[in-house]
């Protein structure tokens, strides 16, 4: 039996970090290239807070060596309102996604679980 190969060249077990954008309506939204290294949860912080990610819209982490993946939208925007006396100003996307995490918070519709369709 053939055994899948371990998917990249980071150490096994360690979270991966990655922002869907929102692009806006003409392009919609993708998922940011970034490199390998540049994966980790204070990378990501580092790079909210210096406005590299455009329109953040969601944010997923996972580690394969563990067999996890969730949505940590909630947690970073927890962590960056945490962080906020850290930084002499909070870039404009920032505040949106704070914002926008905030709005889907309290619309309870928007938290139901959606059952897969095949």
């Known amino acids: 039996m053939r055994r899948s190969q371990p998917i990249g060249t980071r150490e096994a077990d360690q979270d991966v970090y990655l922002v869907l954008d929102d692009f806006g309506a003409r392009l919609s939204r993708g998922w940011r290239e970034i490199d390998e290294e540049a994966t980790d949860r204070e990378t990501l912080i580092q790079d909210l807070m210096n406005d590299q ?65 095949a």
Do not use: H, K
Request: proline share 6%; aromatic share 8%.
């Open 53 to 117: 990610c455009g329109r953040p819209a969601r944010i997923v982490a996972f580690n394969t060596a563990e067999g996890w993946s969730r949505d940590v939208t909630m947690d970073i925007a927890d962590e960056l309102r945490m962080r906020f006396a850290e930084y002499d100003q909070m870039p404009r996307s920032v505040q949106e996604f704070l914002e926008a995490v905030a709005r889907r918070n309290l619309n309870p519709r928007s938290r139901q679980i959606r059952p897969v369709q």
